[in-house]
């Protein structure tokens, strides 16, 4: 069965995912040149839009890409994306390139040459059971906290993830477990939530950082934002992984060992659930007043 073609804001003209075109000299094709955000909506409502907004602007600041609309344009383009597809939750994807210049050059093109702009929508799905997931060496640029849509060593590493039958593959740099190759990492590690601290080395994720203030704000358990030894997190009570279309994902087993022990081993464990419980009334604060 055919899909039924979504709606595709491109350079200021709208067309769908059948007949979208980009030219062949667009820099994000030719350099992965640009950034990019996805960002959810849950019954229609876009959720955590304002932190994603920010994150684009700092992107688009640290690689020298002025911003090609206000953000008050960008509103009546997530609306009519939203407007097209007929499901419950859904992710924009929106992208912006140094443009398409004349001509195929390293160097930056003049500020004569408009920036590519993309926005489309798809459904976001549900997931099925705990994460599997391998560890490997980080093999990415040292720019993590650029949402780049160059994305080649993230893909191979979920690549290996899946020849292996795993979901995710963390990346460990020095000893030390940076995040996923599209996730953010935690663990309950004695008591305490531990994840890695913003910086060039990690993206700092929206989902991170929402339920990060959703802990402190309600004093839910206490943050320790510091690296995490591949030997700690194969040791950890729990580990979660976070991100914008997945929220808090369990993770099951690590390099082929249940993660946690006794009742709880293999399985996502109290303190994941208590604070999946908390984002989902973050996310739907519509149905927790009822």
Not at 9 to 14: A, I, M, R, T, V
Not at 92 to 119: E, F, N, S
Not at 192 to 208: M, N, S
Request: with cysteine; hydrophobic share 40%; proline share 6%.
């Amino acid at each position: 069965m055919s899909q039924q073609p979504r709606p595709v804001y491109l350079n200021g003209e709208w067309c769908d995912t059948e007949t979208a075109q980009v030219s062949v000299f667009d820099r994000g094709y030719l350099f992965g040149d640009g950034v990019y955000e996805v960002i959810p909506a849950f019954a229609g409502r876009l959720f955590g839009v304002d932190e994603h907004m920010a994150r684009l602007s700092r992107s688009l600041e640290a690689i020298g890409i002025p911003e090609p609309l206000e953000r008050a344009e960008w509103q009546p383009i997530f609306d009519r994306l939203l407007a097209g597809i007929d499901a419950p939750d859904a992710a924009i994807y929106l992208q912006v390139t140094r443009g398409a210049p004349a001509k195929r050059d390293h160097a930056w093109p003049g500020g004569d040459v408009p920036a590519g702009v993309m926005a489309t929508v798809s459904p976001i799905g549900s997931i099925a059971g705990g994460a599997r997931v391998i560890t490997l060496p980080d093999a990415r640029w040292a720019r993590c906290d650029i949402k780049s849509i160059n994305l080649l060593p993230n893909t191979m590493a979920r690549q290996q993830a899946l020849e292996q039958s795993c979901d995710e593959a963390l990346l460990v740099r020095d000893g030390l477990v940076m995040e996923g190759a599209a996730t953010n990492l935690f663990a309950v590690i004695g008591g305490r939530l531990v994840t890695a601290p913003t910086g060039a080395r990690i993206l700092a994720g929206i989902t991170r950082g929402l339920l990060l203030d959703l802990v402190r704000d309600e004093q839910l358990i206490e943050v320790d934002e510091s690296f995490i030894t591949i030997s700690a997190l194969r040791d950890a009570d729990e580990v979660f992984l976070t991100s914008s279309t997945k929220d808090l994902w369990p993770v099951v087993e690590i390099d082929g060992r249940p993660v946690g022990s006794g009742a709880h081993a293999g399985r996502a464990g109290p303190v994941t659930r208590q604070l999946d419980h908390h984002f989902q009334a973050l996310k739907h604060p519509q149905r927790s007043s009822r």
